[in-house]
């Protein structure tokens, strides 16, 4: 039964162009070919990855913050009461009206102090800003790192300038080192993002990020099976451009510092639009779309890889979406805020938080792309 699943699973047809095989994909002189079980290493690698995280976060994110002078808001801790604790744990974090008063009841607490409880302890789970900070600093050296190598491997390739060259003698091509490490490093990162994204800051586009997250480890790794590895790096290298901008936008704003985020942030909303809803679908899309038609009946993998590279493009366009709408707020002279974040509650506060509408991926899009809020002390 099981081999049954792993031939069906390993059939060419939905690998491979018809009259190929796996057969036509074997090393011989001297030309290496990507293969499944290169990508085995991926998984110790993202386990690396968390512990220099690990350590970059102590040695280096948290001495820069205190170089940036990125300051915490001093929270007020909502005082031990073990009726309004087990209700926050067990039923939920925003008690209803009704509830407010069942519980005014039963702690001997006025409805106001009620209030004021979960306004402290929510704030008390929100994260740090120093974690915050911590966490931007370490994407933004890895995105900033991914894209400067990223470009050293495509720059001087003839598809980075003709993308009918990413078909050039499909799929009989053979890879080099530098396609390989750049490959297995940026699939790592994405297992780390992954595997961290339990512990690391939530937001209001946390399912949007998993989503992000499972369709780019999916996308990456299908096309080293199916050696889509030219417009594989041309799609990694585009998504990089654009990323170490948005998480270097978050540092400063962290930091307090106002005008050199908002020039990040604006020069990221343009490379972003330009290289996720321009160069992407035109170009890229075009590219792995039509021209692969010309070449070769569609099969399955032709239309896995452009579906996976639709989820993507969607999530872009949601992302677009509330960057534009920053954007505006930009123009008009409104305050800025991060649209994925909720904002932390002041003893003014009243009944349910505040918050300021859907979030943003991306990202890490995750590799999520949010919009950066002016004022940190209190809001993300």
Known sequence: MLQTLYDYFWWE???LPVN?????LEDRDGRIYAKASDLYITLPLALLFLIVRYFFEIYVATPLAALLNVKEKTRLRASPNPTLENFYCTRGKHPKQAEVELLSRQSGLSSRQVERWFRR???QDRPSLLKKFREASWRFTFYLIAFIAGM???VDKPWFYDMKEVWKGYPIQSIIPSQYWYYMIELSFYWSLLF??????????????VIHHVATIILISFSWFANYIRAGTLIMALHDSSDYLLESAKMFNYAGWKNTCNNIFIVFAIVFIITRLVILPFWILHCTV???LQLYPAFFGYYFFNSMMGVLQVLHIFWAYLILRMAHKFVT????EDER???EETESSEGEEAITGGGMKSHHLANGHPILNNNHRKND
Not at 333 to 336: D, S
């Open 13 to 15: 047809r939905l690998w």
């Open 20 to 24: 190929l095989t796996w057969a036509d």
């Open 121 to 123: 302890r929510r704030n």
């Open 152 to 154: 050293a491997v495509i």
């Open 196 to 209: 961290s994204i339990a512990s690391d800051v939530k937001r209001k586009d946390f399912k949007e990020q």
């Open 290 to 292: 039509v021209y692969p």
């Open 333 to 336: 002279g409104k305050l800025v």
């Open 341 to 343: 974040s909720d904002r």
